[in-house]
């Protein structure tokens, strides 16, 4: 009963919100307010709606109730009660619900913050949110129906797949798609004005804040990613170029480009058109990204069924796409720059600069991502860019801008002096190159290490000196120095959240650099007493033990560390064996650190205990990626304070 | 004056983000064949991925000194792959893997990388129930490595 009432849920949360979107348009249309309400009546409805839907499917995780296809397929009898929980998005169906109940939450929020102070843009954002909540709403209904019936009835499910059980599952979702689902916002903005016809920096400066929250959320889920990748996949990496780690890395990339060049609108009344373009781009890549992981599109080269939700997904794309378009051509005059560039040395300029660089890495990975597939398609050929291509292209793009993230928020605008220059960039320039020079004479050979650690350097010296000068300032006028710094980082804020989030990338920069550079691994096998060793830690194989847990079947090895360093711990990893799954599942562990991880992974062992491989890394500076995460949290969170000062 | 400066800038730009796609993608890229397309004309030193079923029987592994050796099969033509290091989780006899690497001019398919992935052709015939393309799409959504 209770699926079927689910199913019916969803088909009436996608007539409230058709008919949402239809009457928030007229209404603002027309100007009738009545309209309006009515479409806020039918958000709320589809917000009970949907989270009612959410909470069916948990009920029906929670009971077992295997007569839903969905819930058989993702779980068992043996699936402990948070796995039961986070299975609910562990595949397409779920987490198409989920993603559609982040949207709800998200247009209640709008309803709630902009109905009074967005008075002309508000029906017409409504509008455009419950718009794409109804395409979504209808995805869930037709072509991924999460709650259609399974008979007969197995007396158990099939089970997560085991890759999923992590802790990671909680929050990796949630905050991807909180990052994917909190561009609808900004991108219902830009429609709106395009509709109206206001596209002055009016729908830019109401949704700075959601553009900031949703580029951290998915900036977040990008980390929690890669920090899944490596403590669960076993091979020691934390981004490998796939598709799926594409999709959500190329709307990032421009939502990156979009809150910077927004600045630029903001100050110089300039890239009006740029900016309407790039927030339809960023949305559009979160609808292709789900398009490309979800059809089966990619995984067609390696023979692989297509369902119709790809077709659903293509068309709502192109018909999001081509409306863009058409609204674009329409206001094409407004839309005219109003400032001009005036010098090429400029900070004008180098967000500029900044927003090419991104949106070209955006292009390559979009480029690295279909060739493929285009070169099947077109000439029957098939081929692949690995890594190799993606780090090739992408690494000195980069590279430059990490430079132009120290250059951009000192440079002058309009037109830089050379007297500017001097005091902002001299002394910093010096300290990148004497800190080139010191990593070289430390030992450091690798040229692509030395540039990008000389560049953190540089980066973190033009950052010192903004804030030692507006600090000194400040003290100049009688104030002492730790009330200087706090008084400067609370009320310029946003200025200095972004340096902060700016610290962050840096931060996540020396993990990935350090990670590249210097992390080394074995491969050995040994027996029962015997020792591998790898950079100083020696690890002794004490033998294998096996054991039943609740849904899988276990063989754990014990390595205790008998060398130099960390001597006395002990190392577990293990094979999981999951009667669904043919093969088994390796189970890593390490030992996680500052400067370096020690990791093992049990490969191959004999049956009788005697002898086991094992797979060695010592990954160096990976934590530091992870510190960063937190680092860009702290700026984030800054940033977001509302400013003390009146805006200027 | 200014207008052209930006012009030449921007050509500039693109110009190099084109060389460099087009190096990167030459370079690096990796075809995929079909045993039967690789043992019809394999050159030497050229980046491949195969894939294919890892014929029954063909799978030796030495644990002592990690070298592991089989042989692919398409059911028209067979490719001997020889790849230092431990079996992959997913890796079988009568199962589906792509190898990547190189052909080797003493007659085998050197792998630098074995890919043993969940999918159609690799499941084992018992599993191709009622829910066969569920299944398939559900295991594709958590293990797209």
Not at chain 1, 253 to 276: D, K, P
Request: charged share 15%.
């Amino acid at each position: 009963m209770i699926p079927e009432l689910g199913a019916a849920m969803l088909f009436v949360a996608l007539a409230l919100a058709l008919y949402g979107s239809v009457a928030a348009g007229v209404g603002g249309r027309t100007g009738r307010p009545a309209l309006v309400e009515s479409a806020q009546h039918a958000a709320l409805g589809v917000f009970v709606l949907v989270t009612a839907c959410l909470l069916l499917l948990v009920y029906a995780f929670l009971t077992f109730d295997f007569s839903v296809r969905y819930v058989a397929i993702n779980t068992n009898r043996g699936t402990p009660f948070y796995y039961r929980i986070t299975a609910v998005w562990g595949a397409l169906e779920g987490s198409i619900v989920l993603w559609s109940s982040m949207l709800t939450i998200y247009t209640l929020i709008v309803i709630l913050r902009h109905r009074r102070n967005a008075r002309e843009l508000y029906p017409w954002a409504l509008s455009v949110m419950l718009g794409v909540l109804a395409f979504f709403v209808l995805v869930m209904a037709v072509p991924a129906p999460v709650f259609e019936r399974l008979t007969p009835i197995p007396p158990d499910g099939r089970g997560l797949n085991p890759l999923l059980e992590d802790s990671g599952m909680i929050t990796h979702p949630v905050a991807l798609y909180l990052g994917f689902t909190g561009f609808t916002v900004p991108f219902a903005f830009a429609i709106a004005a395009l509709i109206t016809g206001r596209v002055s920096d009016f729908w830019i400066t109401t949704t700075r804040r959601w553009t900031i929250t949703a580029w951290y959320f998915l900036s977040l889920g990008l980390l929690i990613g890669g920090w899944w990748s490596y403590h669960v996949l076993g091979w020691g990496g934390y981004w490998a170029w796939d598709p799926v780690e594409n999709a959500a890395f190329m709307p990032w990339l421009t939502g990156t480009a979009f809150v910077h060049s927004v600045m630029i609108q903001e100050r110089r009344r300039m890239l009006r058109l740029w900016n309407v373009a790039l927030v339809v781009m960023t949305f559009s890549l979160t609808l292709f990204g789900t398009f490309l992981t979800r059809s089966g599109v990619i995984a067609s080269v390696h023979a692989f069924t297509q369902g119709a939700i790809g077709i659903f997904f293509l068309s709502f794309l192109s018909l999001v796409l081509l409306t863009a378009l058409a609204l674009l051509a329409w206001r094409w005059d407004a839309l005219g720059a109003q400032g001009e560039l005036d010098s090429v040395v400029s900070r004008e300029s180098v967000f500029l600069l900044n927003n090419v660089m991104l949106v070209a890495a955006t292009f390559t990975v979009f480029f690295g991502t279909v060739f493929p597939l285009v070169s099947e398609a077109v000439r029957g050929v098939k081929l692949s860019v690995g890594m190799p291509f993606f780090n090739q292209v992408n690494v000195p793009l980069f590279l430059s801008l990490i430079f132009l993230m120290g250059v951009g928020p000192l440079i002058a605008w309009r037109r830089a002096s050379a007297d500017n220059l001097r005091r902002n960039f001299l002394g910093p320039i010096v300290v990148g190159i004497v800190g080139a020079a010191l990593f070289w004479t430390l030992g450091v050979r690798s040229a692509l290490a030395v540039i990008s650690l000389s560049l953190v350097v540089f980066v973190t010296a033009t950052i010192v000196v903004d804030l030692l000068r507006a600090t000194r300032a400040r003290m100049r006028v009688g104030e002492s120095a730790p009330r200087a710094l706090g008084g400067l980082l609370l009320r310029h804020n946003r200025r200095y959240g972004g340096f902060v989030v700016h610290l962050g990338v840096l931060v996540v920069t020396l993990g990935v650099t350090g990670s590249h550079a210097w992390s080394v691994q074995t491969e050995t096998t040994v027996h029962r007493g015997e020792h591998a060793e790898l950079a100083g830690y020696r690890l002794r194989f004490d033998g294998l033990r096996a054991s039943e847990e609740s849904n899988h079947f276990k063989v754990t090895g014990t390595f205790t560390i008998d060398g130099a360093r960390a001597t006395g711990a002990v190392l577990e990893p293990a094979k999981k064996f999951y009667p669904q799954d043919s093969s088994p599942i390796a189970y890593v562990d390490y030992r996680l650190g500052v400067m370096e991880d020690l990791y093992v992974v049990l490969g191959d062992f004999a049956r009788d205990g005697s002898q086991a491989t094992i797979k060695l890394q010592v990954n160096r500076m990976v934590s530091w990626i992870w510190l960063g995460g937190l680092v860009l949290t702290l700026g984030t969170v800054l940033s977001l304070v509302p400013e003390r000062r009146r805006p200027a | 004056m200014k207008k052209t400066k930006f012009l030449i800038g921007g050509g500039v730009i693109v110009l190099a983000l084109a060389y460099m796609i087009y190096a990167g993608v030459s370079q690096s890229v990796v075809y995929f064949v079909t045993p039967s397309e690789l043992s019809a004309a394999p050159v030497a030193g050229k980046a491949y991925r195969v894939g294919g079923m890892v014929q029954p029987g063909t799978v030796k592994w030495e644990a002592k000194t990690l070298d592991l050796t089989f042989t692919l099969s398409d059911g028209r033509a067979t490719v001997p792959v020889r790849h230092k290091g431990t079996p992959p989780d997913l890796f079988g006899e009568g199962r589906g893997a792509v190898v990547e690497g190189s052909w080797s001019p003493d007659g085998y398919f050197k792998a630098n990388h074995i890919m043993a992935k969940h999918s159609e052709e690799y499941k084992a015939p018992h599993d191709a129930g009622a829910n066969h393309e569920q299944l398939l799409r559900t295991l594709k959504d958590g293990s797209t490595r």
